[in-house]
T-cell receptor, first 110, second 113 residues
Framework: GEDVEQSLFLSVREGDSSVINCTYT??????LYWYKQEPGAGLQLLTY?????DMKQDQRLTVLLNKKDKHLSLRIADTQTGDSAIYFC??????????FGAGTTVTVRA | EAQVTQNPRYLITVTGKKLTVTCSQN?????MSWYRQDPGLGLRQIYY???????DKGDVPEGYKVSRKEKRNFPLILESPSPNQTSLYFC????????????FGQGTRLTVV
């Protein structure tokens, strides 16, 4: 099945860490992605992880993958106001299709 | 600069009036897709194309048509738009997914009244 679920809203104080969680159902997915959508803009790839990895770190971003539980998370360290956006979790269903979650709206408050 | 360009960015139209949303990419990608984004539903694939003259239905193809006559262009056609097609539309292009991830256009916000 192709069902990606994530919570819809997250509010975080500036300077704190944000953690966005996602669950997926297709165990054959080879890549999992995090996309960011700022207001009025398209989708921008933030990071991705190959399914045989447990963790990937890229500057302030840390992706954790628990393949057994089909759970993916994105941690943003030292969250800034520019991190306010909608974050989409996505899995590759096949070579040319992504299945997306509904998106988590992250609001950073001062 | 690598990019996917959609036009128009915003469109308001009336029920039943045929419209086309254009999509063009400059990366020589073989794969192109159309998605629609609706609140609480994320992005759902409408149609995709694996190469010139090769297209197939995604998850929500009803009411849409596409064509792929050239590698760079992948227009989305609504022959008779209805209000339930009011949505935010994204075009994407890629080589095989994986490390060669999908590039997305800026989106087209369509309102059908």
């Amino acid at each position: 099945g192709e069902d990606v679920e994530q919570s819809l809203f997250l509010s975080v104080r500036e300077g704190d860490s944000s953690v966005i969680n996602c669950t997926y159902t297709d165990s054959s997915s080879t890549y999992l992605y995090w996309y960011k959508q700022e207001p009025g803009a398209g989708l921008q790839l933030l990071t991705y992880i190959f399914s045989n990895m447990d963790m990937k770190q890229d500057q302030r971003l840390t992706v954790l993958l628990n393949k057994k539980d089909k759970h993916l998370s994105l941690r943003i360290a030292d969250t800034q106001t520019g991190d306010s956006a909608i974050y989409f979790c996505a899995e590759s269903i096949n070579d040319y299709k992504l299945s997306f979650g509904a998106g988590t709206t992250v609001t950073v408050r001062a | 600069e690598a990019q996917v360009t959609q036009n128009p960015r915003y469109l308001i139209t009336v029920t039943g009036k045929k419209l086309t949303v254009t999509c063009s990419q400059n990366m020589n990608h073989e794969y192109m897709s159309w998605y629609r984004q609706d609140p609480g539903l994320g992005l759902r694939q409408i149609y995709y194309s694996m190469n010139v003259e090769v297209t197939d239905k995604g998850d929500v193809p009803e009411g849409y048509k596409v064509s792929r006559k050239e590698k760079r262009n992948f227009p989305l056609i609504l022959e008779s738009p209805s209000p339930n097609q009011t949505s935010l539309y994204f075009c994407a292009s890629s080589e095989l997914l994986g490390e060669r991830y999908a590039f997305f256009g800026q989106g087209t916000r369509l309102t059908v009244v």
